[in-house]
Each structure stands twice: as structure tokens, then as C-alpha cells.
Nanobody, 126 residues
Framework: QVQLVESGGGSVQPGGSLRLSCAASGFGLDSYAVAWFRQAPGKEREGVSCISSSASSASMTYYADSLKGRFTISRDSAKNTVYLQMNNLRPSDTAVYYC????????????????WGQGTQVTVSS
């Protein structure tokens, strides 16, 4: 069974950090681009970051412009897992975070992704 499972969400104060994990089962993530999206209440789901497949060459990484320098995406092939390290969190980062996978290259449209996790809540509040 193909499955993506997110974990690592929670509640933090502004300026804090969290590391989200996206673990795959039923398929190997190395051949897939993995993206993180987020959806805040009443807002559209938006792209956060993406890492392209590592099967043929070094993975490329992409970030939403507003998040560069605070978020870092990485993959651990041995654990079949992709991570999103989030630092200096702000209340505006509060959302449900989803990971999604598609073969090979990243794409900005969420409709391009074939596999989705169930989401993990991130709340940033003092």
C-alpha cells in the first residue's frame, strides 16, 4: 500500500523551531519529487518547498520566496523520509502541513502530485 505519513507538527511559540517528517511506505522516495504544502484556515493550499528526485542526479530544492532562509527541505534515503526543518516560526506559519509526491521533478501545482499524506498541524502562538 502506497502511503505518506507526516509527523512532527505541534504548538510552538514565535521564534521556535519544528522539524516535520514525511515517511513513505509501499514505494521508494528516491525516484520522486516530494513537496510540502500548507493550508491555513480559510485559505488556499499553498506550496512551501520541494525537493526533486535523487535517482538520476543531485536533488534540486525549491522554496516559496517568503520562506527562504527559514525553512530547509532534505531527504534521508536510508529512512525513505523527507524532512522540513522550520526555524524562526511566525504566527503566519500556522497551518496544516501536507507532504506530497510525484515522479521525478518538482511542480508548482498541487494537482501534479499523485500521493498525499494526511497532514500535520503546526500552530505558532504566544
Amino acid at each position: 500500500q502506497v502511503q505518506l505519513v507526516e509527523s512532527g507538527g505541534g504548538s510552538v511559540q514565535p521564534g521556535g523551531s519544528l522539524r516535520l517528517s514525511c515517511a513513505a511506505s509501499g514505494f521508494g522516495l528516491d525516484s520522486y519529487a516530494v513537496a510540502w504544502f500548507r493550508q491555513a484556515p480559510g485559505k488556499e493550499r499553498e506550496g512551501v518547498s520541494c525537493i526533486s528526485s535523487s535517482a538520476s542526479s543531485a536533488s534540486m530544492t525549491y522554496y516559496a520566496d517568503s520562506l527562504k532562509g527559514r525553512f530547509t527541505i532534505s531527504r534521508d534515503s536510508a529512512k525513505n523520509t523527507v524532512y522540513l526543518q522550520m526555524n524562526n516560526l511566525r504566527p503566519s506559519d500556522t497551518a496544516v502541513y501536507y507532504c506530497a509526491a510525484k515522479y521525478d521533478l518538482c511542480h508548482s501545482s498541487r494537482d501534479a502530485y499523485d500521493h498525499w499524506g494526511q497532514g500535520t498541524q503546526v500552530t505558532v502562538s504566544s
